[in-house]
């Protein structure tokens, strides 16, 4: 199985790359060896449905999501939805995202967007026919201090969020 994780955040001082870290960190310790793919690395252009998606930083992440057998993005929330950053890559590799399972870590700032993740997940099941993890992780500021995420029952569900979409990746492809 090999799992992407995606940094989805610009933010030098990201929360979501944290939970990202922490993914990377669960997986390895499970004895995989998942891609990291940090959106803040590449340069992408916006989407303009032409010449962007022939960019060579968006072929390199197309290349990384077609060979996942596993994504976990990781996302910063702002506005009541996932970051723009995020959306674009989406747009960028549109079908690299065919039929895979994807899991979702969330920052966000306050408790009342717990929902937003909700229409990115389900764009990536109706156009791409992504099988979205059923629970993803959705963390205020209140998880993490001090540069890194301090809250235990956070780190416990990351860790069930990566380990659900390698499971479900391989039930997938092994029915």
């Known amino acids: 199985m090999n799992p992407l994780l995606i940094s989805a955040s610009l933010n030098p001082a ?17 004895g995989l060896a998942p891609a990291f793919l940090d959106l803040r690395d590449l340069s992408l252009p916006p989407c303009d449905g032409d010449a962007a998606c022939r960019h060579p930083q968006a072929a390199r992440a197309r290349a990384l999501i077609a060979g996942a057998g596993a994504i976990v993005a990781a996302t910063p929330v702002y506005n009541y939805d996932a970051n723009a950053a995020l ?17 979702f870590l969330c920052a966000a700032g306050s408790e009342r967007s717990y929902m937003s993740i909700m ?50 990746a391989w039930a997938v492809r092994n029915p």
């Open 14 to 30: 990201s929360n979501s790359r944290l939970l990202a870290l922490e993914a990377q960190r669960v997986l390895a310790a499970d």
């Open 87 to 103: 959306k674009n890559l989406v747009e960028l590799t549109g079908e690299a995202w065919e039929d895979k399972v994807v899991g």
């Open 119 to 168: 229409a990115l997940a389900s764009s990536l099941m109706l156009d791409f026919r992504c099988v979205i993890v059923p629970r993803f992780v959705y963390a205020t500021d209140a998880a993490f201090a001090g540069g890194r995420l301090r809250d235990p029952e956070i780190a416990r569900r990351v860790a069930e969020c990566a380990r659900a979409a390698v499971r479900l």
